[in-house]
């Protein structure tokens, strides 16, 4: 089955710095790559996702780039703001069928 | 749009007592969710997948007797956790797709932390 790994697991960044989270996936099939953002007792929500059809995607402050050849994909936070604390998880998929995800990454942004 | 409603949000019970946990697609028709287990700072683990009128899909370790499935509709499916000991007390949470639209998003119920005493 597919494999992510997720790395790191924890983030502290200055307020207005960048972060960068990366993940990596075993199944050359996979072509769904969400990232969700989970804040402390709350429910995953999505915040970005890429299909296997394009390298990078943008909204805001926030992208994600694919490297397809190297199975790997990337989230980055610009300007990070104290609100972009939580734990972020990627993951990957056939779509429409299960994900499988990381461990998660936790940021701190600190003010 | 797209909104996942799952209740209780939290539930105390005692050992060797059932609960069932309830997952409904507010806005859309779901063919297709899914169930995990999250322990505290840790991922989501997937227990099973849901499929309306048929079985679910159970992941490798995880018990079917233990964690019952029903999909009886296209927007509901419950998890039952019978004879629930305190190693079942974690948060699980549902999640769900859209018909039809083949978009693969899963969106997430809000979850339900179980406690057993």
């Known amino acids: 089955g597919e494999n992510v790994e997720q790395h790191p697991s924890t983030l502290s960044v200055q307020e207005g710095d960048s972060a960068v989270i990366k993940c990596t996936y075993s199944?050359?099939?996979?072509?769904?790559f969400p990232w969700y953002k989970q804040e402390l007792g709350k429910r995953p929500q999505l915040i970005i996702d890429i299909r296997s059809n394009v390298g990078e995607k943008k909204d805001q402050r926030i992208a994600v780039t694919l490297n397809k050849t190297a199975k790997h994909f990337s989230l980055h936070i610009t300007e990070t703001q104290p609100e972009d604390s939580a734990v972020y998880f990627c993951?990957?998929?056939?779509?429409?069928?299960?994900?499988?995800f990381g461990a998660g990454t936790t940021v701190t942004v600190r003010a | 749009g797209a909104v996942v409603s799952q209740h209780p949000s939290r539930v105390i019970c005692k050992s060797g007592t059932s609960v069932k946990i309830e997952c409904r697609s507010l806005d859309f028709q779901a063919t297709t969710m899914f169930w995990y287990r999250q322990f505290p700072k840790k991922s989501l683990m997937l227990m099973a997948t849901s499929n309306e009128g048929s079985k679910a899909t159970y992941e490798q370790g995880v018990e079917k007797d233990k964690f019952l499935i029903n999909h009886a509709s296209l927007t509901l499916s419950t998890l039952t956790v019978t004879s629930a000991h305190p190693e079942d007390s974690s948060f699980y949470i549902c999640?769900?797709?859209?018909?039809?639209?083949?978009?693969?998003?899963?969106?997430f119920g809000a979850g339900t932390r179980l406690s057993v005493l």
């Open positions: 999640s769900a797709t859209r018909t039809g639209t083949g978009e693969g998003i899963q969106y």
């Open positions: 993951a990957a998929s056939t779509t429409g069928y299960k994900l499988s």
């Open positions: 199944d050359s099939a996979s072509n769904y």
